[in-house]
């Protein structure tokens, strides 16, 4: 039987490994402002020590070589070529999220930021999704506290440095798990929020915190999840944005309000990839047939997410997308036209299908050993287009929910309206300084 890691360390001496399904649209739509780049930040109850992590990253890096790599460009498609640098390590800056220089030879497009009791996470969606970013987040931790003198006997779950790298740690889950079904339905365009952008860099982030014993105890009486109910949150504080709005915008404008939520596909199909493994489903409202109380969304949220994300329903999109690139003239054009082509689809179609986003990856569950060292988790979704505007992302660690707003507009109305929400609603909400 052959050894685990022969198949990576095959790819290895090859030199480069195939982008996923995902990552193949990211280079052509990156720019300084929609950089599609992500974080997730664990706050620990020390500061951070500088030579530990510096070490901490080199053993964990080792661990993930499918990360170490960066872009590379053939005659047909992109590739990520292997490389054997370290990602960098970098004090915070004033703008998370900043863009990678994706032509840059040699550097792997993803980066650990250290910003005292923080420990941050930066990657570009060609990589990987939160899924697979809090993995290697999770790992890093370990090795970190373990070389700072912590005793962890029991790591449960977590990948630890030297031991086997599964294939499925880096195959592309899509491929893997497709199969020709009929394409989902055809979606109006949405509604957008009115907002000014704001002057470059754009990105601004709001952080909020709330108790998780509180939303779960609201959510439970409502016989909802947290998504179900932030979403109709979501919904609620567009359609009051909506309605504000003047009249004369409003008979011009499309009436849906729609949000994109991701769906961690390794929790449908069995999967480790460390690699993008996520699909969207897009609950929507459709003012045209009226307003909507927050009894009458939720009710509407909860039943369009439980059939939408139901695996047989999720995988005619995961069975759309990848049929696009199986597509023989798809394959045969030159990777130029093929980016012209992508960017052009994306501004004209995918961008105008969603009014927000919310990305929740769930409570975070680490060893009793290692829950006591560390205070929080957050995760600061990518800057959105020029038509969403605002994305939102939630991650539970104990009794705090972080919740983080990425904005690139000059109005934090829809942030109030659904803060305002969740405290009218008897949840105690903390906003946090971006110190």
């Known amino acids: 039987m052959p050894d685990k890691a022969d198949n990576i360390n095959s790819l290895k ?21 929609l950089t599609s780049v992500f974080r997730i930040t664990a706050s620990l109850k020390e ?13 964990t890096s080792r661990r993930f070589p499918y990360f170490n790599v960066s872009l590379g460009s053939g005659f047909f ?40 009791k923080r420990i941050s996470a930066e990657f570009i969606h060609i990589l990987t999704d939160g899924g697979g970013a809090l993995e ?22 977590i990948i630890l440095p030297g031991t086997p790298i599964s294939n499925e740690e880096f195959e592309d889950g899509y491929l893997k798990h497709f199969r020709k079904l009929p394409p989902p339905s055809k979606l109006v365009k949405a509604w957008h929020l009115p907002f000014k952008l704001n002057q470059r860099p754009r990105l601004k982030v709001l952080r909020a915190e709330v108790k998780t014993h509180e939303i779960i105890e609201l959510t439970r009486k409502l016989k909802v999840s ?24 409003r008979k011009k404008i499309n009436r849906v309000l729609r949000i994109e939520v991701p769906v961690n596909m390794r929790k449908k199909f069995p999967s480790r990839t460390m690699r993008n493994f996520s699909l969207f489903v897009l609950p929507e409202i459709d003012l045209r047939l009226g307003t ?18 139901d695996i047989k329903q999720i995988s005619r999109f995961m069975s759309s997308n990848v049929s696009y690139e199986k597509l023989v003239f798809i394959r045969i054009l030159p990777l130029f036209i093929k ?52 994305g939102s992302g939630l991650i539970s660690f104990k009794d705090k929910l972080r919740i983080c707003f990425s904005n690139i507009t000059q109005s934090n109305e829809l942030e109030r309206h659904i803060l305002k929400h969740l405290s009218d609603s008897g949840i105690h909400v903390k906003i946090l300084k971006n110190d």
Request: glycine residues 4%; charged residues 20%.
């Open 13 to 33: 001496e090859k030199g480069w490994l195939k982008l996923d399904n995902a990552a193949k649209l990211f280079p052509a739509i990156i720019s300084k402002d």
């Open 47 to 59: 500061p951070v020590k500088y030579t530990a992590i510096r070490d901490a990253v080199q053993i």
């Open 77 to 116: 498609w992109h590739f990520l070529e292997f490389t054997d640098q370290q990602p960098r390590i970098q004090s915070d800056e004033k703008i998370p999220c900043s863009v990678f220089e994706v032509k840059r030879k040699n550097e792997p497009l993803y980066r650990v930021i250290v910003k005292g």
């Open 136 to 157: 290697y987040l999770k790992s890093l931790l370990y090795t970190y506290l373990t070389l700072t003198g912590r005793n962890i006997s029991s790591p449960g779950e």
């Open 226 to 249: 947290v998504t179900e109910y932030f979403v109709a949150v979501y919904h609620f504080a567009l359609q009051k944005i909506f309605i504000s709005s003047s009249s004369k915008k």
């Open 292 to 309: 909507y109380t927050f009894e009458e969304i939720l009710h509407s949220v909860h039943h369009q997410l439980q059939i939408s994300s």
């Open 339 to 390: 980016k012209i082509a992508m960017a052009a689809v994306y501004r004209g179609l995918a961008s105008k299908r969603f009014s927000g986003l919310v990305t929740n990856l769930g409570m975070v569950t680490l060893p009793d050993q290692m829950n006591e060292m560390i205070d929080s988790f957050e995760i600061i979704p990518p800057p959105q287009n020029s038509k969403v505007k605002v």
